[in-house]
């Protein structure tokens, strides 16, 4: 919605008269436009000066949505949490949870995590405020997403036990940003988000099995553990989860396994082994001391990897 659709929106909410209030809206209207935030801040201490903060919601909205544009959440959530204490009134239940929901999908965005368990209250009904729908799934699923960003893996866990505590049903997308943030963290445990998404007749995403490996990549026998297990459960590990296994091995200087990966990967009828995949089994067999403890292997790993890289170039050149 232009300028002018927004501006026709929220006049009609600004009691007759009110000259200076109009002048105000309009210009916030611009500020979300152009995500200027500092502007929006300054509007609103405009407003208080002339008294017509307290009787205008469109104010505080405004300013609020300019904050979420400009992914400066914080700003967005100071205002909100002003609001509760000196413009309730104006700031009611319904207008405060559109402007949260602006606030948590910047917080998302940017991967604010702190500032996005801060908005999360704002969207809970609490008595004397209009009829307010209970958070949805996808409202946790952008504050689970920015914890995972933020690499707070613990607290993305805690909000998919809290949203069965009050009775919301996790579905694919807040299990892959939980799995994310374990992927971040290299912790334990996605092995487990991804056999429980299983267990709910949830299909997992390859993106989410991808992280579960990566997140289990700090030890290559948890990613290796990983690779069977997923395929236990008829999903198909692409490219990028096997790359991450593999690289394990390399780290751990682990040839046998890494070659194994390698050849399995290379039997997938829906994946081709890349660089990467060839470059990690060749440094695999590579000790620490820079020695090649498998020697068998390396000249058909070394063309692989070679006309793996041509053709790379030349799918790049075309």
Request: hydrophobic residues 45%; charged residues 20%; aromatic residues 4%.
């Amino acid at each position: 919605m232009d300028m002018k659709g927004r501006q026709g929106v929220f006049v009609a909410r600004v009691p007759p008269g009110s000259a200076q209030q109009l002048g105000i809206l309009e210009a916030l209207c611009a500020c979300v436009d152009s995500a200027d935030w500092r502007q929006a801040l300054a509007l609103v201490d405009q407003g208080k000066l002339q008294g017509s903060v307290a009787t205008s919601t469109a104010i505080c909205r405004l300013a609020v949505l300019a904050c979420a544009v400009a992914d400066e959440p914080g700003k967005g959530i100071a205002l909100l949490r002003a609001g509760d204490h000196r413009v309730g009134r104006g700031l009611d239940g319904l207008k405060k949870v559109q402007s949260a929901l602006a606030v948590l999908r910047s917080c998302e965005r940017t991967g604010l995590w702190q500032e996005a368990l801060e908005g999360l209250p704002f969207l809970m009904p609490r008595g004397g405020e209009l009829e307010i729908p209970r958070p949805s799934a996808v409202t946790y699923n952008a504050v689970i997403s920015a914890c995972g960003r933020g690499r707070q893996w613990a607290k993305a866990m805690g909000l998919l036990q809290e949203m069965q505590r009050v009775e919301l049903e996790p579905d694919v997308i807040s299990y892959g940003s939980a799995v994310r943030g374990l992927q971040a963290s290299f912790a334990v445990g996605a092995a487990e988000l991804l056999l429980d998404l299983r267990a709910r007749g949830l299909q997992p995403s390859q993106e989410a099995c991808h992280s579960a490996v990566s997140a289990a990549s700090a030890s290559w026998q948890r990613a290796v553990a990983l690779l069977g297990e997923i395929r236990l459960v008829r999903l198909m590990p692409g490219l990028v989860g096997y790359n991450a296994a593999i690289d394990a091995c390399r780290q751990a200087r682990n040839p046998q396994w890494a070659l194994k990966l390698l050849e399995q990967l290379e039997r997938m009828p829906s994946e081709t082994p890349d660089t990467l995949s060839y470059a990690a089994a060749i440094g695999a067999c590579c000790d620490y001391h820079g020695r090649f403890s498998v020697l068998g292997c390396l000249p058909r790993l070394c063309h692989q990897l070679e006309s793996s890289a041509v053709g790379a170039l030349r799918s790049e050149s075309q």
